[in-house]
């Protein structure tokens, strides 16, 4: 690797974006670990064993092997991607943890 301005610029920009990607991936595992088993069946998803697997080892595999070309890193992130946003609505829908908009005197605000 070089040591130049850009390039140097470059690898820093890379390395906040690998960091980012690996906090979601925290989140979405977080998130998973933290719903209820039977939400999952209910939804009509995968198990949450299969879920937490999937993206434990998209965690486990950032934090020591991770890297942009990496398959496995972004097969993690696509993991992740599809979590958050096909699963986990599912899953507030089916447990009823959706939030409800609030009534004021007038009316929902």
């Known amino acids: 690797m070089g040591n130049g301005l850009i390039t140097g610029t470059f690898f820093s920009v890379l390395h906040v974006i690998l960091l980012a990607l690996l906090v979601f991936k925290i989140f979405a595992f977080a998130d998973a670990a933290l719903r209820p088993a039977p939400a999952y069946l209910a939804a009509g998803k995968l198990t949450k064993v299969a879920w937490l697997l999937f993206l434990g080892i998209a965690v486990v595999v950032d934090v020591f092997f991770g890297g942009v070309t ?7 992130t696509v993991a992740a991607i599809v979590y958050v946003v096909d699963v986990r609505p599912a899953l507030r829908q089916s447990s009823g943890t959706r939030r409800e908009p609030r009534d004021g005197p007038y009316g929902p605000w």
């Open 70 to 76: 990496s398959i496995l890193t972004i097969l993690g």
